[in-house]
């Protein structure tokens, strides 16, 4: 079973400032990899897909990057709805990570 | 414009059965597969499972903490998709969401409200 860890559980910035998230395989997952952003209260949004792809409408502000096991997500500069949990999750065998808290500082 | 609208949850008892529906609109629910992701309250997001489009076998899958216990299926006709779940236990309290499985994107593109599920005594 393929683990995803995700870190650090919570960021706290201000808006305006670059987050740097991360998500580590257990084993490689290639390029399938996704992230999702969930507001509180709301379904979670699918934001990037196959690691660097931004999905339908998500701003150029978010990028994913990376392959194999260590993939990033990177929020060049923090909007106030931007403030949510971030999800990775492999495309293989559908598991997510733990999840990371962006919140404002 | 793709809608999911997930409704049956509720209060039921450990040891007890619910069945939760997804209603799609939007696109050609016959041609998509369906996942469930269900989320405990306060933690992360957890599949629970998929069912794929029939003309691609209609193949099913089941997460290891619900295989056995909960079964999918849906319904082309009506455009809906099932989640029957028996003997439930504590650890099943969670909102559950239907996504489509790869209708665009190979990942969960489209997602519902979610509906609650609470298994207590």
């Known amino acids: 079973e393929i683990v995803l860890t995700q870190s650090p559980a919570t960021l706290s910035l201000s808006p305006g400032e670059r987050a740097t998230l991360s998500c580590r395989a257990s084993q490689s997952v290639g390029s399938y990899l996704g992230w999702y952003q969930q507001k509180p209260g709301q379904a979670p949004r699918l934001l990037i897909y196959d690691a660097s792809n931004r999905a339908t409408g998500i701003p150029a502000r978010f990028r994913g990057s990376g392959s194999g096991t260590d993939f990033t997500l990177t929020i060049s500069s923090l909007e106030p709805e931007d403030f949510a949990v971030y999800y990775c999750q492999q495309r293989n065998t559908l598991t997510f990570g733990g999840g990371t808290k962006v919140e404002i500082k | 414009e793709v809608q999911l609208v997930e409704s049956g949850g509720g209060l039921v008892k450990p040891g007890g059965s619910l069945r939760l529906s997804c209603s799609a609109s939007g696109f050609t629910f016959s041609y998509v597969w369906m996942s469930w992701v269900r989320q405990a309250p306060g933690k992360g997001l957890e599949w629970v499972g998929r069912?794929?489009?029939?003309?691609?076998?209609?193949?099913?899958d089941y997460a290891a903490p619900v295989k056995g216990r909960f079964t999918i299926s849906r319904d082309d006709s009506t455009n809906t998709l099932y989640l029957q779940m028996n003997s439930l236990k504590t650890d099943d309290t969670a909102v559950y969401y239907c996504?489509?499985?790869?209708?665009?994107?190979?990942?969960?593109?489209?997602w519902g409200q979610g509906t609650l599920v609470t298994v207590s005594s």
């Open positions: 069912i794929k489009s029939k003309t691609e076998g209609g193949t099913i």
């Open positions: 996504t489509t499985d790869g209708y665009i994107l190979d990942y969960f593109d489209f």
